[in-house]
């Protein structure tokens, strides 16, 4: 069954420093990769995708995405980071399971904290 | 605007009850999804529906129940079999077709047990 791990369940940084988040999968087949954002209280919103091409990827809000595909991992990065990034990311992969079926594993999370 | 509206956003169920959720979306999405959501655990999967008058299970589609008789709605049941039915709960929509469009999400409901 394809696995999605998030090593870190919380990171906190100061404002205007880089952050990683981690991401790793177990999936062997081509996946579909992707990072959502939940802030409090309210629904996912989707931040990037992986789907071919490139292996880096730009997403909103200034985050980016390297996919690594011997390290089958897909690790979030953001430059400098701002309060209003306080908030849980979510790495998902998505794999054809077959029977023209696709499965979405989701993470488990990481609460990202932004210190003034 | 389109989107997905979910309600209520807080809700509170006696013992032995069954509580509906609804979920209204006007995206045109043929699909439809229900996870919950626990802290530290991430999102798991309820029901899914893939087109009206038809649903699959999920990972943890015990004590649940949904219909889907509308393209537009997507009702979750959470019943007295569900003993443990404190989380936050998501529905999401999405276009149907290739495996890599986004989900779409509500803004969740928050269920309690008196």
């Known amino acids: 069954a394809q696995s999605v791990t998030q090593l870190d369940s919380q990171v906190p940084v100061f404002e205007e420093a880089p952050v990683e988040l981690r991401c790793n999968y177990s999936?062997?087949?081509?996946?579909?990769l992707f990072w959502y954002v939940q802030y409090p209280n309210q629904g996912l919103q989707l931040l990037l995708k992986y789907l071919s091409g490139s292996t880096l990827v730009k997403g909103i809000n200034g985050f980016e995405a390297e996919f690594n595909k011997s390290q089958t991992s897909f690790h979030l990065r953001k430059p400098s980071v701002h309060i209003s990034d306080t908030a849980e990311y979510f790495c998902a992969v998505k794999s054809y399971s077959g029977a023209g079926s696709y499965q979405l594993t989701f993470g488990k999370g990481t609460k990202l904290s932004v210190i003034p | 605007d389109g989107g997905i509206t979910q309600s209520p956003k807080y809700l509170f169920r006696k013992e032995g009850q069954n509580v509906t959720l609804s979920c209204e979306q006007n995206?045109?999405?043929?699909?439809m999804y229900w996870y919950r959501q626990d802290p530290g655990q991430g999102l798991r999967l309820i029901y899914y529906s893939q087109i009206v008058n038809d649903f699959q299970k999920g990972d943890i589609a015990e004590g649940y129940s949904v219909s889907r008789e509308k393209k537009e709605s997507f009702p979750l049941t959470v019943t007295s079999a569900q003993k443990n039915p404190t989380a936050f709960y998501l529905c999401?929509?999405?276009?149907?077709?290739?495996?890599?469009?986004?989900?779409?999400f509500g803004s969740g409901t928050q269920l309690s047990v008196l």
């Open positions: 999401a929509s999405q276009r149907r077709g290739s495996g890599y469009e986004k989900l779409f």
């Open positions: 995206l045109n999405h043929d699909a």
């Open positions: 999936s062997s087949v081509s996946v579909y």
